[in-house]
Nanobody, 126 residues
């Protein structure tokens, strides 16, 4: 089992920045990839960005490309998300997720991940 705890969310004005962190514990040694998803009120959860620890490769949703940066520490499996130029549409609950499974494609589906954090609220005001 892997436990994930997010921190760093909050309220920010449009155009501002926030940095999310995720601390992983438990059986993290086999973690292949970690990612961030988000869920806006009344919407389905959507992929934001992922990082593959074996290769260091990152992948972003088009909606955040150029504004968000995902990074992580392979030793501790800590995960970060630097969010710049925030927009009101970025508002939602952000989830840190992890998986030990890898595929020959971007891991952008909710079912690609086995472990989920409790979520952290990010609110961007206009």
């Amino acid at each position: 089992q892997v436990q994930l705890v997010e921190s760093g969310g909050g309220l920010v004005q449009a155009g501002g920045s926030l940095r999310l962190s995720c601390a992983a514990s438990g059986q993290t040694a086999s973690t292949y990839a970690m990612a961030w998803f988000r869920q806006a009120p009344g919407q389905e959860r959507e992929f934001v960005a992922h990082i593959t620890y074996v290769t260091g490769l990152t992948y972003y949703a088009d909606s955040v490309k150029g504004r968000y940066t995902i990074s992580g520490d392979n030793a501790s499996k800590a995960l970060y998300l630097q969010m710049n130029s925030l927009k009101p549409d970025d508002t939602g609950v952000y989830y840190c997720v992890a998986t030990a499974r890898g595929y020959n494609r971007p891991l952008i589906q909710t079912y690609d991940y086995d472990y989920w954090g409790q979520g952290n609220q990010v609110t961007v005001s206009s």
